[in-house]
């Protein structure tokens, strides 16, 4: 092989290295899954905005499973927002309802685009959490009653 040839073929495999460890970066990944969540919160909260809701962000670290504190009247909701492509599952119930109880809230409402475990579903019922999705939010104060 020449010397040419030889420097072609390296920078090739170099090539197909860097965008085969691009591919498989978690972190890249995991970036853009955050990207996703912030842009479905946002939404939430426009929704809840509209809709004549107070509404208050938490901290991205720290917010004990509650990312939006919606108030209005006397009630003080706790929402979890996901917007996950599988079904959410027990851990997201758990999250909202110690939120809840941290942030002093009158109601747990988790907000999901992909809808909930059956499981999920038993334990929001046992934990008195509200399981709603994106288009529900316009009727939150409905679901409170």
């Given at each position: 092989?020449?010397?040419?040839?030889?420097?072609?073929?390296?920078?090739?495999?170099?090539?197909?290295?860097c965008?085969?460890?691009?591919?498989?970066n978690?972190?890249?990944?995991?970036?853009?899954?955050y990207?996703?969540?912030i842009?479905?919160?946002?939404h939430?909260i426009?929704?809840?905005?509209?809709?004549?809701?107070?509404?208050?962000?938490?901290?991205?670290?720290?917010?004990?499973?509650v990312?939006?504190?919606?108030?209005?009247?006397?009630?003080r909701?706790?929402?979890?927002?996901?917007?996950?492509?599988?079904?959410?599952?027990?851990?997201?119930?758990?999250?909202?309802?110690?939120?809840?109880?941290?942030?002093?809230?009158?109601?747990a409402?988790?907000?999901?685009?992909?809808?909930?475990?059956?499981?999920?579903?038993?334990l929001?019922?046992?934990?008195?959490?509200?399981?709603?999705?994106?288009?529900?939010?316009?009727?939150?104060?409905?679901?409170?009653?």
């Amino acid at each position: 092989m020449e010397k040419e040839d030889w420097f072609i073929f390296i920078a090739s495999q170099i090539e197909k290295t860097c965008l085969n460890a691009i591919e498989n970066n978690t972190s890249i990944n995991k970036n853009q899954n955050y990207k996703k969540g912030i842009f479905f919160e946002n939404h939430c909260i426009k929704i809840l905005k509209e809709n004549g809701w107070k509404v208050k962000e938490t901290p991205n670290t720290g917010d004990q499973g509650v990312d939006i504190i919606a108030s209005i009247d006397n009630y003080r909701i706790c929402i979890q927002c996901k917007n996950h492509k599988k079904p959410i599952g027990n851990s997201a119930i758990q999250e909202i309802s110690a939120g809840k109880t941290y942030w002093k809230g009158t109601h747990a409402v988790l907000v999901s685009k992909s809808g909930f475990t059956k499981s999920a579903q038993k334990l929001a019922r046992a934990n008195k959490v509200k399981l709603i999705n994106e288009f529900e939010l316009k009727e939150l104060g409905n679901f409170l009653i």
